[in-house]
């Protein structure tokens, strides 16, 4: 898996901004993905120095449309600990 496949993409909520500002980064990872996997994927593409790395199973919440019931699609979310005074240039542009 290439670190481009771990990567999805980031998440960008209230709580996540607040989260940026504690140097922790929240992005949406590939269901099969590692902590070290995801770690050395921001290490690699983002040029910084991660410290820790927790990963969370998101499940689906149920929803309706119109007549029928059904759920979410479920994802695998990782917050990403740096080092102090780095940063993603890419979250501090948005």
């Known amino acids: 898996m290439t670190y481009e496949q771990v990567l999805i ?9 607040s989260l940026r500002e504690q140097g922790k980064y929240v992005f949406k990872v590939a ?3 590692t902590k070290l996997q995801v770690k050395e994927a921001v290490r690699r593409l983002f040029n910084v120095h991660p410290v820790s790395c927790t990963v969370v199973n998101v499940h689906g919440k149920p929803k309706r ?4 019931a059904g759920y979410t699609s479920s994802w695998k979310k990782a917050v990403v600990r740096l ?3 780095e940063k993603i240039a890419l979250f501090e542009s948005v």
């Open 83 to 85: 080092q102090k005074d």
């Open 9 to 17: 993409e980031p998440v960008l909520t209230e709580k996540t901004n």
């Open 31 to 33: 269901a099969s993905a």
């Open 65 to 68: 449309l119109r007549a029928k």
